[in-house]
């Protein structure tokens, strides 16, 4: 068996564009994967066909540590465009795999360590202002079965706060956890968006809120200052959505960091990449949470790493509050249910691509904000104009 085709295909689900790709095989058998990539999406599918379909057609689909490998190593420059691009092929490798043994992938990646996938909400404050309208929103993520959720409650801050942002920030936490009560999970996240000895003083003053963590509290290329952080507080801290090689991984662990690893299979080379990130991160008692704010595929492949990785937490869960053809532009495919995530039986990731559904929502430019100006959470889904 070879590839033979290689197409990619974009389409706009409002606050971000959706890369797809899909890899077709002499045999009929084909696989999609995804690399959507925030504000790059038409970057990354020129990379696809300009440097990787060269490099995948004519090669068997089962190879993929050297595939993988040999891109890895001749990409040369590094950075998320490239991973990003590479990782989307790796994600569509898999899916012919698990198709041509006629498993779902979990069970060729080590098979099920878990009876559940818990899930986390994210995207579900967009438009919310005051402490009250997160709070609102709060008790509706709740009534739809989630246990915990994630949230930036600082606004568009940047490396310090003032005394009225920290303010808001407390206000907001404090309504939140109010409003859920003791024994829903909080997941506090700062974007990396403060210098650290403000990280630490906010998260100290958090800490009363019982967070299940703090995430990416200072630029994610800061990992001694991020182990500072870590040092400095006792909540939990998260990071890692924003590294992309082994290398970056390995120090992030070994410098204990973080307790929760959060690579993003979609931006850190693939599935296989996930499972040795993983690895090392057990061999140092840590748990992983696989980032995942982008579209269905990624999702996907996320949560068939979650069922066969042991020392997996929660997955991260926007799905329920994302645009409303999200499920459309993958034959209806669904997988959450009352706050958690329930895995198909199905060959490879269980789903495929809608062509006619990618064509009916074109590529938008710009579509995603800045984190860093005010009409962001705005953006952030929930926006009926993008209905």
């Not at 559904?357 to 800045?370: G, I, N, T």
Request: glycine share 8%.
């Amino acid at each position: 068996m070879i590839i033979t085709h290689f197409e990619t295909f974009l389409a706009n689900a409002g606050l971000r564009n959706y890369f797809l790709l899909r890899l077709r095989t002499d045999t009929g058998l084909s696989g999609v994967g995804e690399a959507s990539l925030e504000w790059q999406e038409k970057t990354v599918q020129t990379l696809c066909h300009e440097w990787l379909e060269s490099r995948i057609l004519g090669r068997d689909p089962f190879d993929i540590e050297a595939i993988i490998g040999g891109l890895t190593r001749d990409q040369y420059q590094g950075g998320a465009t490239v991973m990003t691009a590479i990782s989307g092929v790796e994600i569509a490798l898999w899916d012919i795999v698990g198709k041509a043994c006629g498993q779902p992938l979990y069970r060729l990646l080590g098979g099920r360590c878990h009876d559940r996938i818990p899930a986390y909400a994210n995207g579900w404050y967009g438009g919310a202002r005051t402490p009250q309208e997160y709070a609102e929103r709060a008790k509706g993520v709740v009534e739809r079965g989630y246990r915990a959720l994630k949230f930036d409650p600082f606004g568009i801050a940047w490396k310090n706060l003032t005394p009225a942002e920290e303010e808001t920030a407390i206000e907001i936490v404090a309504a939140i956890r109010h409003a859920v009560g003791p024994n829903v999970g909080l997941m506090i996240e700062f974007h990396g968006r403060l210098a650290a000895g403000c990280a630490i003083d906010m998260i100290r003053k958090l800490e009363r809120f019982d967070p299940v963590w703090c995430e990416e509290p200072v630029v994610p290329e800061s990992l001694d200052l991020l182990a500072e952080v870590k040092r400095s507080v006792r909540c939990p801290i998260a990071a890692g959505e924003r590294l992309y090689t082994l290398a970056d991984f390995n120090r992030l662990i070994s410098l204990r960091a973080a307790d929760v690893v959060q690579m993003d299979l979609a931006h850190c080379g693939g599935i296989l990449a996930g499972k040795k990130i993983a690895a090392m991160a057990d061999v140092q008692d840590l748990r992983v949470a696989p980032h995942c704010s982008i579209g269905p595929i990624a999702l996907a492949a996320a949560l068939h790493f979650d069922m066969s990785t042991p020392n997996f937490m929660i997955q991260e869960a926007f799905e329920e509050f994302d645009v409303p053809w999200r499920k459309d532009l993958v034959g209806g495919w669904s997988a959450v249910r009352n706050g958690e995530f329930i895995l198909t039986e199905k060959p490879g990731l269980g789903l495929d691509i809608d062509e006619k559904a990618l064509q009916d929502r074109p590529y938008l430019a710009h579509s995603f904000p800045s984190l860093w100006d005010a009409r962001w959470l705005d953006k952030l889904t929930q926006n009926d104009s993008r209905r």
